[in-house]
């Protein structure tokens, strides 16, 4: 088994490999003056199980190109297998048509790395669990959850009441609310534009009691932040969100050191060094535990199903 590291986040898997005790996987990934991206595996890789950790975060093209460059490189040289690990999967927001004459750019990154020589990806909290159905080879879709309870939120929010930012994710909302033993409450929001969001009503009793926002992506924080104001003005007590992909982007580290939000857990599954020192409010938890286990269980045939039994 060897495991190879993009330019996205390197530092993520180094912690695997730490996990796993076993070397980083030697490689070079650089850019022509022009731009273009250029990949030299460094090692011998024939008839080994290769595991590629990038994921596709901004810039998103520039990653997404990478990655598909590096497997290239590693199907050219004869790898036994390929696995994409795709910590968080760019485009994933794209996973529909929603108006006419518009791309489903999530269908197009899983042809673009079945067609490079991907034979498994794994990934993490995908933002619509359809994207599976968009690959044709094995995919394990992983859950934050299990690094975030055990991490965090067990230790600080048992109890508290488990408020759905929107109805999509009510789901995800009563899997955490079940585990932490509170009550579930849900945020009924109208967009209006991409990345605009207006609350509308809470459903559910948050008066007099402690408020965590569960997430998928936050992206601008537009919606969390929105969130976390309605939830205050109906009575919490106090706010805090928890977000399996802090994208941050735009205004978002100022929305967030602005907003009644007391805390806002998320993971590395993108590299966020630069956001951290921005927002004292931002709780960074690992997910690398949780990737390292995956990785051994399918380099040994074992059940990945379990770890979130």
């Given at each position: 088994?060897?495991?190879?590291?993009?330019?996205?986040?390197?530092?993520?898997?180094?912690?695997?490999?730490?996990?796993?005790?076993?070397?980083?996987?030697?490689?070079?990934?650089?850019?022509?003056?022009?731009?273009?991206?250029?990949?030299?595996?460094?090692?011998?890789?024939?008839?080994?199980?290769?595991?590629?950790?990038?994921?596709?975060?901004?810039?998103?093209?520039?990653?997404?190109?990478?990655?598909?460059?590096?497997?290239?490189?590693?199907?050219?040289?004869?790898?036994?297998?390929?696995?994409?690990?795709?910590?968080?999967?760019?485009?994933?927001?794209?996973?529909?048509?929603?108006?006419?004459?518009t791309p489903i750019s999530a269908k197009l990154v899983a042809s673009l790395l079945e067609a490079g020589g991907v034979n498994r990806v794994v990934a993490v909290d995908l933002h619509a669990g359809q994207i599976?159905?968009?690959?044709?080879?094995?995919?394990?879709?992983?859950?934050?959850?299990?690094?975030?309870?055990?991490?965090?939120?067990?230790?600080?929010?048992?109890?508290?009441?488990?408020?759905?930012?929107?109805?999509?994710?009510?789901?995800?909302?009563?899997?955490?609310?079940?585990?932490?033993?509170?009550?579930?409450?849900?945020?009924?929001?109208?967009?209006?534009?991409?990345?605009e969001s207006e609350v509308m009503n809470i459903i559910g009793d948050v008066k007099s009691q402690r408020c965590l926002i569960i997430d998928d992506i936050m992206d601008t924080a537009g919606t969390m932040c929105?969130?976390?104001?309605?939830?205050?003005?109906?009575?919490?007590?106090?706010?805090?969100?928890?977000?399996?992909?802090?994208?941050?982007?735009?205004?978002?580290?100022?929305?967030?050191?602005?907003?009644?939000?007391?805390?806002?857990?998320?993971?590395?599954?993108?590299?966020?060094?630069?956001?951290?020192?921005?927002?004292?409010?931002?709780?960074?938890?690992?997910?690398?535990?949780?990737?390292?286990?995956?990785?051994?269980?399918?380099?040994?045939?074992?059940?990945?199903?379990?770890?979130?039994?």
């Amino acid at each position: 088994m060897s495991i190879f590291s993009g330019n996205a986040h390197p530092e993520l898997a180094q912690e695997i490999c730490k996990a796993l005790d076993c070397p980083l996987g030697r490689s070079r990934v650089n850019q022509f003056s022009d731009g273009e991206t250029f990949c030299v595996i460094e090692e011998n890789v024939r008839g080994v199980d290769t595991y590629v950790v990038q994921p596709t975060c901004s810039p998103v093209n520039d990653r997404v190109m990478e990655l598909l460059i590096m497997v290239d490189s590693l199907r050219r040289a004869s790898a036994g297998s390929i696995t994409a690990v795709i910590p968080y999967y760019g485009y994933a927001r794209q996973d529909r048509k929603v108006a006419p004459r518009t791309p489903i750019s999530a269908k197009l990154v899983a042809s673009l790395l079945e067609a490079g020589g991907v034979n498994r990806v794994v990934a993490v909290d995908l933002h619509a669990g359809q994207i599976q159905g968009f690959f044709q080879v094995p995919f394990d879709h992983l859950y934050a959850m299990p690094a975030l309870l055990n991490s965090h939120l067990r230790a600080n929010y048992t109890g508290a009441v488990i408020v759905s930012p929107d109805a999509g994710g009510v789901e995800r909302a009563r899997a955490y609310s079940k585990r932490l033993g509170g009550t579930l409450a849900i945020i009924d929001k109208r967009r209006e534009r991409a990345n605009e969001s207006e609350v509308m009503n809470i459903i559910g009793d948050v008066k007099s009691q402690r408020c965590l926002i569960i997430d998928d992506i936050m992206d601008t924080a537009g919606t969390m932040c929105n969130a976390a104001r309605a939830l205050m003005d109906a009575g919490a007590t106090s706010v805090s969100a928890s977000v399996s992909h802090a994208v941050l982007s735009g205004p978002a580290i100022d929305r967030i050191n602005d907003s009644p939000l007391e805390e806002v857990v998320v993971t590395n599954s993108m590299p966020l060094q630069k956001q951290s020192a921005r927002c004292s409010k931002l709780k960074i938890v690992s997910i690398a535990p949780l990737l390292a286990e995956a990785i051994r269980r399918i380099h040994h045939s074992d059940s990945v199903s379990s770890l979130f039994v």
